[in-house]
Structures are given as C-alpha cells and as structure tokens.
C-alpha cells in the first residue's frame, strides 16, 4: 500500500466551494478562501445559523496511547467518511496538528491510509496561520509586559512573580528556563523566562473556549500576566493589550473548513494538546458543524482519561456541549503493549498478554460509561497481523462491559470499512439516551476536583503535593477561582505519573509539582509528574526525514 502521504498527493479533491455547498449548504458568499482547497467560515454567517437545530454528536477517544499506534484521527475521519456513505449528512472536526510533534515524534496528524483530510502537506505545516497568529498574539502580550516595565512600571509589577512566559510553535527543550533582558539599560531589566509550545498557550485554550470575538476579547483581558510585590494580580486588561491581541486573533477565529479523501467536510480549527492542555478542536468549530450536519464526529486528544476528561469536564461545561455517544480506539498491537510484549514482539499472537493489556481498555470503557455517562462503543483499528483468536477474546471481554466492540478497516478500505461502525453508531445514538454526567461538581473545591480525577479515572490512591504547591492551590480557591474546573498536565502513556508503567495500574500516587492559573481559559492547570509544557525532539526527529524533492515535492511527511 502506498505511503500516507503518497495516496494524499493523489487524492482527487473537489474545490472547497463544492464540497461547502453540496454537503454543508454553504454558500461561497459565507467563504474566505485560502487557495483552492481551504477556507474559512465567516462569523458572520454562523451567527446567522443560532436558531437551527443542532446535530448529533459522537465523541472518539481512545485506550492511552503507546508506541504501536492506536489511529484515533483516523477513525474519526474513517466514521465520519462512513456515515456519509450509509445516507447519513455527516462531518469531523479535529485539532489542528502542532509543528512541534510534525517535526519531533508524531510526524503528521491528519489521518492515515485512506482515512485522512487534505490537503495532508499543507494542514500539518503552515495551514491558514492560525498557530502563528496564536503565537504573536501571545508574545505580543510578553512584549507588553517587559516594555511596560521598562518605561517605569506604573502597575507595578514585581518582576520575581511574572507569569506569563512565551511560546513558539516547536519543541525546542533550550528555550524551557531562559534570561532575557540582557545587554544594558536600553534592552529592559534581565529576568529569568521561558518558552511554552504554542499548544500549552492559555491564548490557545482561550481561541478554542471562545463563542464569539466579544467573548474573545473579554478573555483575553482576564489573563493574569503578573503580580505585585502586595501579590495583587495583574491582568492583560490593565496593560490594555487585550484589543490588539484580538485583533492579531480576527480571522484565525473564523472555522476552517476541508475535506476528507472521500470529500466530506471536515472543521479543522484549533489545537491545545491533551497532556498539557484541554486537548479538544475550537467550540466554535464543533457548534457550527453541529447546526451543518446531522451527525458529527470530533475527537479529543489522547486517552479517555485525558482529552475525553477535558472534553467533558472543560469544554463541555463550559459550552453547553453534550456528546450522545463515545467511541474508544483501540488495537490489539497496543493491548498486547500495555500486556507487557516487546515492541518487536508485538505482530506475534499472544492471548496472554492480550488479556492483560484489555485492562487499560476496561478501565476507558468503565471511566465513559460510568463517570461521563455515554454509550460506549470500541472500535478495534485492523492490523493484518490480528488474528481470529485475539479478535475473538477481545470481543468475549468486552461482553461484560456492554461495549460492542467492532472491527474496523478504514485505514485500508477508507470509508467503506467503517460502515459497520458507523451502523452502530446511528443505533446507539438514535436509540440509547446519553446519561451525561461531569466526573465533579461545579461547587468542589479544587483539591477534591483533583482527587476526584485522580481517584475515579487513574485508579490512583491519592493526591501528593509539598506545602507550597498546597498553598497556592488554597490561595487560588480564596481568590474566587474555586469554581473553576482543573485540567491536569500528565503523562499521556499510562493512567499515572510514570509514562512507563503500563495497563491500568493502581495505587499510585498523583504528585502536583507545579499549578498555573489560566483565569482568561477560566480553567486551573496542575502540572503532574515530569511532563513538559515545551517538548524536546526525540534523539532522531521526523524532521531529518521530511524533504522537497528537485521538483518541489514534499516526501517523508506522515
């Protein structure tokens, strides 16, 4: 089979306009184009839909990812694909991929085989510039900050409790822990900083939290940026920044829309990673194609414990979103992983390890059905290495969790191998009633919200964290952001800490080492364990891979 990015570099698109008009209705009046093959909605016209009735949504998540690969995009883009080719007015909405992971580790993230969005080259590299006005709109603010300083701090800021660092759209572990300032008097007072990925941006969960550009803005003028030597915040509002932020943010706000290799429509907008965001596509992108389509299928970033939480206990909360039904990615390769087999031993059959490995996917299953209250259905991504026996336990298993578990070959046969899927999709959206419920309370305090993640999701026995880290936590509930939910910074290869501890382990402890308050996102995020807000490249980086050949041809992109 060719390369993924061989069969995108072949793939017979239709120009947006078509596939806006004759699959979403949408007029090219409502379109702003960029080339052939993508646009962007206005806002405009989607205030104009507010009175439409909305459409279903499915939510795909998955087991926690391991090196074998699991394919979540890919059948999100596999069932959307599906349902279209049973009758259904169906469309996907995705994170838009980070040039950090394009380069680092992941290589693209727009779906493989014949399961993916295009034009594949340009969503994973500079798209319609949406990362890039994220990222100047964020250090525009950090710029702000430092000038302000320079020409004799009037909100008086106390240069030792500055919370705003910067961010680049790369992993790039030298910019983590920096000094800026240096060179004398004209270049400003030295300081230590640092640099975030742009994902981990509070800007960026704020672009993807956002229903509108007032809402927008006034978000962006919560954001606290600082503090005085009196430890009083300082926002982006009191240095007037919020505005030009805004305007910086203008288009890269508006939806973008492509297509499926099968010429379906879907949202790509937005993208905060799920270990050390929110990890879900823009609400604006996902309410307009749910007034567009009939049924929509959207992902959430890594395992069900993390984006699936945050989908439901961030961006669901806060934007009325509710989800009628979840569909958990799994393969056997990764089940066998997560059972304790070699990377290189992972082809082999082995019915042991498999029952081992399902913990991890009875542990997703029993978080969706018993804690976020959806219908669960588990979508077993084909390898041609699987055998009758492994399908067959891993059906027998899942009997018990009254989790259907279907085998699926999108990746090979596109949209086609998915129908059985998205069959029972329809059946279970359209005949079982969600009891959606969020993992806690509004009214927690934000220890217990962590506790109650901790405990119910990870399988862990508890919450750690030192006497300063408590103290802030306490701080941040007496200041009045109790009320907020939290989003936990960890690991995305294990329900702990530790990304090498496999399957579904119990009675770890989640140690905080770290809490940063993203009041603009209205959200607490704990740092857990040693994930990093910047990344570093992996020893062997897909860059070296990646090439324009003597015709100008993109190679080595995936």
């Given at each position: 089979?060719?390369?993924?990015?061989?069969?995108?570099?072949?793939?017979?698109?239709?120009?947006?306009?078509?596939?806006?008009?004759?699959?979403?209705?949408?007029?090219?009046?409502?379109?702003?184009?960029?080339?052939?093959?993508?646009?962007?909605?206005?806002?405009?016209?989607?205030?104009?839909?507010?009175?439409?009735?909305?459409?279903?949504?499915?939510?795909?998540?998955?087991?926690?990812?391991?090196?074998?690969?699991?394919?979540?995009?890919?059948?999100?883009?596999?069932?959307?694909?599906?349902?279209?080719?049973?009758?259904?007015?169906?469309?996907?909405?995705?994170?838009?991929?980070?040039?950090?992971?394009?380069?680092?580790?992941?290589?693209?993230?727009?779906?493989?085989?014949?399961?993916?969005?295009?034009?594949?080259?340009?969503?994973?590299?500079?798209?319609?510039?949406?990362?890039?006005?994220?990222?100047?709109?964020?250090?525009?603010?950090?710029?702000?900050?430092?000038?302000?300083?320079?020409?004799?701090?009037?909100?008086?800021?106390?240069?030792?409790?500055?919370?705003?660092?910067?961010?680049?759209?790369?992993?790039?572990?030298?910019?983590?822990?920096?000094?800026?300032?240096?060179?004398?008097?004209?270049?400003?007072?030295?300081?230590?900083?640092?640099?975030?990925?742009?994902?981990?941006?509070?800007?960026?969960?704020?672009?993807?939290?956002?229903?509108?550009?007032?809402?927008?803005?006034?978000?962006?003028?919560?954001?606290?940026?600082?503090?005085?030597?009196?430890?009083?915040?300082?926002?982006?509002?009191?240095?007037?920044?919020?505005?030009?932020?805004?305007?910086?943010?203008?288009?890269?706000l508006q939806p973008n829309l492509v297509q499926t290799l099968e010429n379906n429509p879907a949202f790509i907008h937005g993208g905060p990673f799920a270990n050390i965001a929110h990890g879900c596509n823009s609400v604006l992108a996902t309410k307009t194609?749910?007034?567009?389509?009939?049924?929509?299928?959207?992902?959430?970033?890594?395992?069900?414990?993390?984006?699936?939480?945050?989908?439901?206990?961030?961006?669901?909360?806060?934007?009325?979103?509710?989800?009628?039904?979840?569909?958990?990615?799994?393969?056997?390769?990764?089940?066998?992983?997560?059972?304790?087999?070699?990377?290189?031993?992972l082809n082999a059959e082995n019915l042991e390890a498999l029952t081992k490995g399902i913990a991890n996917l009875e542990r997703h299953v029993n978080n969706i059905r018993n804690h976020y209250g959806l219908p669960c259905i588990v979508a077993i991504n084909?390898?041609?290495?699987?055998?009758?026996?492994?399908?067959?336990?891993?059906?027998?298993?899942?009997?018990?969790?009254?989790?259907?578990?279907?085998?699926?070959?999108?990746?090979?046969?596109?949209?086609?191998?998915?129908?059985?899927?998205?069959?029972?999709?329809?059946?279970?959206?359209?005949?079982?009633?969600?009891?959606?419920?969020?993992?806690?309370?509004?009214?927690?305090?934000?220890?217990?919200?962590?506790?109650?993640?901790?405990?119910?999701?990870?399988?862990?026995?508890?919450?750690?964290?030192?006497?300063?880290?408590?103290?802030?936590?306490?701080?941040?509930?007496?200041?009045?952001?109790?009320?907020?939910?939290?989003?936990?910074?960890?690991?995305?290869?294990?329900?702990?800490?530790?990304?090498?501890?496999?399957?579904?382990?119990?009675?770890?402890?989640?140690?905080?080492?770290?809490?940063?308050?993203?009041?603009?996102?209205?959200?607490?995020?704990?740092?857990?364990?040693?994930?990093?807000?910047?990344?570093?490249?992996?020893?062997?980086?897909?860059?070296?891979?990646?090439?324009?050949?003597?015709?100008?041809?993109?190679?080595?992109?995936?």
């Amino acid at each position: 089979m060719p390369a993924d990015i061989e069969i995108a570099q072949q793939a017979k698109m239709q120009r947006i306009t078509q596939v806006a008009l004759e699959k979403l209705g949408v007029a090219d009046e409502n379109l702003e184009p960029y080339g052939h093959f993508m646009a962007k909605i206005s806002l405009d016209y989607i205030n104009s839909l507010a009175d439409r009735p909305d459409g279903k949504l499915i939510l795909v998540t998955a087991i926690s990812p391991t090196p074998a690969g699991e394919g979540k995009t890919t059948t999100t883009v596999g069932l959307g694909d599906a349902l279209n080719r049973i009758g259904k007015k169906a469309s996907i909405c995705l994170r838009e991929p980070s040039l950090g992971p394009v380069f680092g580790m992941k290589g693209g993230a727009a779906g493989g085989g014949y399961a993916q969005v295009v034009p594949m080259e340009e969503i994973n590299l500079h798209f319609t510039g949406d990362f890039a006005a994220i990222g100047l709109a964020h250090n525009l603010l950090a710029a702000m900050i430092d000038n302000h300083i320079h020409h004799g701090n009037e909100l008086g800021f106390d240069v030792r409790r500055i919370a705003w660092k910067r961010v680049v759209d790369m992993n790039d572990r030298a910019l983590r822990q920096i000094t800026v300032g240096l060179g004398g008097p004209a270049n400003g007072f030295p300081r230590e900083d640092g640099f975030d990925i742009v994902v981990a941006s509070e800007v960026m969960a704020i672009f993807c939290l956002a229903t509108s550009i007032k809402d927008l803005k006034d978000r962006l003028a919560k954001i606290v940026v600082g503090y005085t030597r009196e430890q009083k915040p300082i926002l982006a509002g009191d240095l007037n920044a919020h505005g030009a932020m805004a305007v910086l943010l203008k288009n890269a706000l508006q939806p973008n829309l492509v297509q499926t290799l099968e010429n379906n429509p879907a949202f790509i907008h937005g993208g905060p990673f799920a270990n050390i965001a929110h990890g879900c596509n823009s609400v604006l992108a996902t309410k307009t194609a749910l007034k567009l389509s009939d049924y929509v299928v959207t992902e959430a970033g890594f395992g069900a414990d993390l984006g699936a939480e945050k989908f439901v206990d961030i961006k669901c909360r806060k934007s009325g979103l509710r989800p009628q039904a979840a569909v958990i990615v799994a393969t056997i390769r990764a089940l066998k992983y997560h059972g304790g087999v070699d990377l290189k031993e992972l082809n082999a059959e082995n019915l042991e390890a498999l029952t081992k490995g399902i913990a991890n996917l009875e542990r997703h299953v029993n978080n969706i059905r018993n804690h976020y209250g959806l219908p669960c259905i588990v979508a077993i991504n084909h390898f041609t290495f699987d055998t009758e026996a492994e399908i067959d336990l891993l059906k027998k298993k899942m009997a018990h969790h009254e989790a259907p578990v279907v085998v699926c070959r999108h990746w090979a046969q596109g949209g086609a191998g998915a129908e059985d899927l998205a069959r029972l999709v329809v059946d279970i959206v359209d005949k079982t009633p969600a009891d959606f419920r969020f993992v806690y309370e509004e009214s927690a305090t934000l220890w217990d919200k962590v506790v109650a993640v901790a405990t119910k999701l990870y399988g862990a026995s508890g919450v750690t964290a030192d006497s300063k880290i408590r103290n802030q936590i306490q701080k941040l509930q007496e200041a009045g952001y109790g009320g907020y939910p939290i989003c936990i910074a960890k690991t995305q290869y294990s329900f702990s800490t530790d990304s090498k501890l496999r399957g579904a382990p119990t009675n770890h402890e989640i140690n905080i080492r770290e809490v940063r308050l993203a009041a603009g996102a209205e959200f607490i995020v704990l740092v857990c364990g040693d994930v990093m807000t910047m990344p570093g490249l992996p020893k062997a980086p897909s860059a070296i891979k990646i090439d324009l050949d003597d015709a100008g041809k993109v190679v080595g992109l995936f």
